[in-house]
């Protein structure tokens, strides 16, 4: 199902800790695998599983704790908003209602068009830089001003 790409990145994250510990590259396999899938389905899940020696609920349990691996196919652009009480009270909340007016969507929404997800995210660790958001979970993007949102939009929109 992975491709011998994402396999062998795999293997570079496994290799990375003892061999008796190579469930601990979880996250990163499963981050490999969703960018790869765009999404972590049952099955990614469970060839993880195989993978590292897990039993596949340790990784369901692991893929549903952390919220930036979707269960479910996102848009192109997954646009995550940090809405914690920092940024909300840094412009956050307002980023997001932007955002949801905007593209006609709600947070765990996608255009119609499938190209935009919209996401509630906590903490990114740049409280100072609200607000913020990240995009595709590798991407963060600071001071989003309703200009810089629909600059974003618009680039992204191309």
Known sequence: MLSEQSLAL???????YPAEQKRSAVMGALRIAQ????WVSPEVMAEVAVILDMPPVAVQEVATF?????????GKHKITVCTNLPCALSGGVDAAEYIQKKLN???????ADGMFTLK???CMGAC?????LLHNNHTMCSFMSTAKIDELLQELAK
């Not at 960018?35 to 765009?38: I, L, Q, T, Y």
């Not at 952390?66 to 996102?74: I, R, S």
């Not at 969507?105 to 255009?111: L, Q, R, Y």
């Open 66 to 74: 952390y919220n930036m691996y979707d269960l479910k196919l996102v």
């Open 128 to 132: 100072g830089d609200a607000p913020v």
């Open 105 to 111: 969507i709600g947070f765990n929404e996608t255009t």
């Open 35 to 38: 960018v790869e899938k765009g």
């Open 120 to 122: 509630e995210g906590e």
């Open 10 to 16: 795999i293997a570079t994250e496994v290799a990375k």
